[in-house]
């Protein structure tokens, strides 16, 4: 009997103690899933390059070509929607509007005044793409972009400011950035933009027997918090 007992406390012993070093090694940690809908706020600067033209030349007179340098703090919200798929890859999609602080003044050569610039406020709808390193998500994105558009001449005397463009302009716009999750729902994020919002006819030739029109393009950099649903 005593045989009997002796052998099979040998035979358990290493069951028993390969079950103590599964318990001590415990259950291995989940990798982080980007999938799901999220939501947050950003802000940051951007910094504009527009130039209006008017013909001149057509009319027997010469060409207008005035540089103007809309700059400023932006500020906003986004909504999105990522992917991960099993390679890691992540695909997804964002929406994004901000209310933009971006002006600027600049002198209109040979007309004895001034150009006031100013983005009133601008928004974007793009997809995204991008690796998963566990939490940390490295992607580019591109998409269709707007942007209001205000431009208004400032004359010396009387007149004060004459408005000669107001519209909406319509564009396109690619970037890339980086997003760390800090915790299972909490999203940080740094990113590039760069848009082009195309070329507009002035408002103020609206009419008239000449071409005259304005383009708008910004650089921009943003950091940003999201909420994972």
Known sequence: MKTILLATALVLAPVGMASAADLNEGSPVAAYDWSGLY??????????????????????????????????????VHIGFNQELANRLVLGAEADIAYNNVDGLDTFAG????????????GSARLRAGYAFDRTLPYITAGVAAAKYEVGLIAPGPAGSIPVHDETHLGWTVGAGVEHA?????????EYRYSDFGTKDLSAAAGLNTVADIDLKTNDVRVGLSYKF
């Open 39 to 76: 939501a947050g706020g950003h802000f940051g600067y951007a910094a504009g390059r527009s130039n209006l033209f008017i013909d001149g030349a057509g009319n027997g007179g010469t060409d207008v070509n005035a540089a103007l340098d809309p700059s400023g703090f932006i500020g906003g």
């Open 111 to 122: 007309a004895g005044a001034l150009l006031k610039s100013e983005i009133k406020w601008s």
């Open 182 to 190: 800090f915790t299972d729902k909490w999203i940080a994020r740094v």
